[in-house]
């Protein structure tokens, strides 16, 4: 009788402990902000502002770049 008593009491305090291991809300909210970062469409360098990269430097001579997903849809939908 007393073993079951044991197992009775030990249920709820693993469940509390699972509980505890678990991410808590602000950490898993810090995660789910990085969505809601703004990715522009495009980007225009300025013309004659030198721009750093890893792999080196280079001028800007007006040139627009498009994100991946606006390059896609204009390829794929025929718009810009």
């Known amino acids: 009788m007393t073993i079951w008593k044991t ?3 030990g249920w709820p305090l693993m469940a509390l402990l699972l509980a ?3 991410p808590s809300a602000s950490q ?8 809601a ?3 522009p469409p495009t980007i225009h360098l300025v ?3 030198l721009y750093r990269f890893q792999e080196g430097e ?3 001579r007006g ?6 997903y606006s390059y ?3 390829v794929i939908i025929g718009e810009k």
């Open 47 to 49: 013309e004659g502002e």
């Open 58 to 60: 280079l001028i800007g």
């Open 63 to 68: 040139q627009r770049f498009h994100s991946d």
């Open 37 to 39: 970062l703004y990715d």
């Open 28 to 35: 898993s909210a810090s995660r789910g902000n990085a969505s």
């Open 20 to 22: 505890s291991c678990g």
């Open 72 to 74: 896609r849809r204009a």
């Open 7 to 9: 197992s009775l009491i």
